[in-house]
Nanobody
Framework: QVQLVESGGRLVQAGDSLRLSCEAS????????MGWFRQALGKEREFVAA????????YYADSVKGRFTVSRDKAKNTVYLQMNSLKPEDTAVYSC?????????????????WGQGTQVTVSS
């Protein structure tokens, strides 16, 4: 089993930066893919970013490319999402997820483990 706990979400203003954390515990192996997803009120969950556990491959949705950066700290079993130049449309509940394997997928249904989510609200 894998447990994921997100933190760092809060209310910020447009243009601000924020860093989300996702601490993993349990049987996280080196071949796990870690993803960040978000779900705005009334909308479907969407892919934001992903990183393989070794940290040498990252992937981003077009809507966040150039503004968000995903990274990981192996020693702390933690994955981060650095969000810069935040916009009101970035407002959502952000969740991290894990799936065994190294193949990158962008659909939430392919991920086996999920955190509880953390709310990010960007005011204009």
């Amino acid at each position: 089993q894998v447990q994921l706990v997100e933190s760092g979400g809060r209310l910020v203003q447009a243009g601000d930066s924020l860093r989300l954390s996702c601490e993993a515990s349990g049987r996280i192996f080196s071949s796990y893919l870690m993803g960040w997803f978000r779900q705005a009120l009334g909308k479907e969950r969407e892919f934001v970013a992903a990183i393989n556990w070794s940290g040498d491959s990252t992937y981003y949705a077009d809507s966040v490319k150039g503004r968000f950066t995903v990274s990981r700290d192996k020693a702390k079993n933690t994955v981060y999402l650095q969000m810069n130049s935040l916009k009101p449309e970035d407002t959502a509940v952000y969740s991290c997820a894990a799936r065994p394997g190294t193949i990158v997928v962008f659909t939430s249904s392919a991920y086996s483990y999920w955190g509880q989510g953390t709310q990010v609200t960007v005011s204009s």
